[in-house]
């Protein structure tokens, strides 16, 4: 009995969560697909400590509707545009949508300026919001969001949480997150959707997003 | 003696064949502004009856090129670099978004949709392949045609 309890809280410490858990109002959306994974109950994601690329105090809770949010960075050529180009596709085609927002929310603070993340959103849609913010804001909406990061040297493949001034002259990957997070109007972290993320699955979940 | 001759004729043949390596599709991702990094894409083909190796990548229009994979592990999204791409005897490797993609760091000048890239690329044998892909423009807009 009492490996079996500690076997639990390693599983929950491992998965991010056992912090304090929500039952939302909101219902899950009656929608499932494979690689589409609801929470419930759920961590309400911190409400400060990010902004937005105008310098606004970012927060998770908004009453419009969801908020379907990408953890990315700006140094990302391929699966990054990818999935901006799929969502600005989604955006401009979903007629009849439920209220929304998307957000790409960089986790490479040591190089994403806000006027970085501007320029790069507005080339697939100027409606995204950016968000960015000092890393320790940033690790603690990533870890209850479940969205974990870290960068790598891609010659020695060593892996650090914080780039030192070597790293940052050479430069350096990051490895992220590459599902969708869905946060509810409260902003509580209902659902994650893993890729692929091509049109199909993107505009079935924001439709099911009432 | 002249049967000799063409067997080794034949023999010289085949090889510069197997190193006959076609390059189809080639394309670059136009970047957004301020974005450093672009990303190449082609399809090579080995109708050779030997494996071929590609070692490495080469652009007089960027600082760097090297050789990744994207992939999605547990959910991560990772990009690696790749010492070499093996391409077996006839067979064809894609490179295309979301996996294998020339890393193309840092351009001399920014490139915009309908412009070329220069590309060369390095097999085992020391052989060179010229490559000119055109950069194309996907932002996803509906208002801009690709
Ligand atoms: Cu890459």
Redesign the interface.
Known sequence: MKKKATWLTVVLVVLGVGLVLWNSRFSIPDLQMPGLQWFDPAPRLPASGLEDTEGRPFRWDWPQGWTIAFF?Y??????C??T??????VE??LQNAPPHRLVFVSVDPYRDTP??IR???????AGFIGVVGPPEALQAVTTEAGA?YDY?D??SGEVFRVPDAKALEK?Y?V?????LVLVDPDGVMRG?L??PLDEERVSRLILALQ | MKYWLGFVLAGFMASAWAAQVEVVDAWV?E?????????GYLTLRNPGREAVVLMDARSPQFKKV?I?R?S?EN???????QQKVELPAGGEIRFH??GY?L???YPVKRLRGGDRVRLELILDGGERLEVVAPVRR??????HPH
Request: glycine residues 12%; aromatic residues 10%.
């Open positions: 990315g700006t140094h990302c050529p391929d699966f545009p990818d901006l180009a799929v969502l600005a596709r401009s085609r006027e970085i320029g790069y959103l507005e080339y697939f849609d974990f790598e891609p010659d430069g990957l490895n992220h997150f590459g599902a994650h893993y890729p | 991702r970047a957004p502004p301020n974005a450093p990094m672009m990303a090297e990744h994207s999605i959910g991560m999204a990772r990009m690696e670099k978004p979301g993609h890393m193309l760091m996907d932002h996803g807009g509906m208002g």
